[in-house]
């Protein structure tokens, strides 16, 4: 029985699913509230949180049909005796099973969501992400090359995390000031995370190749389904960044110089009243932060892949 | 602009190349105990197999058939205390003389699943 393309399938929700909430969450604590977004930002959380738990409950009951190869084996508690409590990766995935049942009830228990909290949010669905790494090619490793190879992949998660995570509070704030709301909270919202977007895909950069390093012997393993799937990797990672220096060297400068001068200026007001160009470069903003958006849907995709194929063969 | 991503690319090269060396990767069996296609003059006591790296014992299995495809007596595949990448099956009887073929699917510590088979005989 190969169940290959349904654990990609959920474990690409459960890296999605935690990467948005974590870069979300984070968005509050280092760019404030999402202007015009917060209270539908906190119910989104509470649907991440629980495709988060939804896709790691689905996530183990398919690798225990994967691993004894019977569909039976979901109703033998000797099965999944010996799956969580007699292997290494049984008891990581306990753990994070209560940590992850732990988030949804946090953010089921705020409603609509309160940014002042969202520190915890912030801590949790990052150490889910880090633990991740005992549970793939990273906790496999021995000695110091496991030791690097976690701190490589936590490193990759938190700043993929803090980048694609952050875009959904930013399309709020875009939303928001395309309709006539506040622009300078959004032109600030843009700065910081522009900025820490740099120092993130720097992070991706140089975990990336001591991920790959550890995971390859040399260019001959482009060669082989994991190296295929890590070349499609780097491609769209490419892509990604160069729309995001197209956001932040032609379309956040011209925001700027249209309104004026430095941080857009222009207080609330009607729509009518908005100069065109401006409004122009806040739709060209908003395109392409939905492409990063489809984009960085596609990589975490890709990344699934990677952690289900062999490095080398 | 074609000089600067030559060199970029030569620097990803190298800091990649600097860190391989020592890939992780899906375990192998590095051997097994009989030898895959082995005759012996004395039936076994226990199939042992040994991977390059450590395996999961209480996800992983091992089953012996006949020839015919029938199932021989054993209890489960356990880990060998002293050693985490070998798995250990005892057999309830002595095989008789016959040809015999192994079925083995390990769990590696990385949760991937890798699995084989190979064959040996007993002489009469």
Redesign the interface.
Known sequence: MELFWPLVAVRWLHLWSLLALFGASLFAVYGGPSPGGEEALGKIKVWLAGIALASGVGFIML?LV????EVTSLLSASRWR??LL????GRVWLLRLVALGALLLWAASRGGGRPNRWHADAGLSGALLVSLAW????????GA?AFA?MFAYGCHVLAAGTWLGGLLPLSFALANARAGGDRERLCVALERFSRLGQAAVALILASG??S????????A?FGTPYGRVLLGKIALFAVLIAIAAANRWIFLRRLRRQAGHGPIQIPAQIQAQIPAQIRAQIRALSRTVAAEHVIGLGLVALAAALS?L???? | MIRQCGRAGAL??F????????????THLKKSSPAAGATLANAPSEIRLQFH??I?A??SHISVETNAGQAVAAGAAAADPSDKTALVLRLAEPLQAGAYKVNW?V???????VKGSFTFQVRP
Not at chain 2, 15 to 26: E, T, Y
């Open positions: 690798m994967d691993m004894a190869e010996a799956f007699a292997t290494g990766f549970v793939g090619h990273a906790g496999a490793g021995e090359d190879g190749i001591v790959a390093g550890l995971n390859m012997q040399g260019f393993d289900s062999a490095p080398v063969d | 990803l090269a800091l990649v190349l600097s860190f391989a060396g020592s890939a992780q990767a899906h790296e450590a999961e209480s996800v699917r769990i590696s510590a990385d949760t991937h699943k």
